[in-house]
């Protein structure tokens, strides 16, 4: 299906963690420390695309905020149809 894998919710912190540090992305495994001067945009390149279905404001700027400092790229959607919809229209950016 194209998909690594996904959570249901509710979902709590510790899950997400469990599997974003045992995903097969090496940046999760091993953080390679970034020269200094290095651009947002090269940093960005590292992380992982995830999308967000949550249609909690609170709860989805929550998990924006955290995946952003982990250095991964984030889009947030209020529903699962604009979830599905947004991977539809993005192909293989959340693949």
């Given amino acids: 299906n194209g998909y690594s894998t996904f959570l249901a919710r509710p979902v709590r912190g510790e899950t997400l963690l469990r599997m974003l540090l045992t995903s097969h992305v090496p940046v999760l ?27 909690n404001d609170i ?11 982990a250095g991964h790229r984030v889009k947030i959607v209020g529903n699962g149809k604009a979830a599905v919809d947004a991977v539809t229209d993005a192909g293989l950016k959340f693949r």
Avoid: C, F
């Fill in 59 to 69: 709860n989805a700027m929550l998990a924006r905020a955290t995946l952003l400092k």
């Fill in 29 to 55: 495994a091993e953080p390679q420390p970034q020269p200094r001067g290095a651009s947002a945009a090269r940093r960005r390149d590292q992380g992982l695309s995830v999308l967000i279905a949550e249609d």
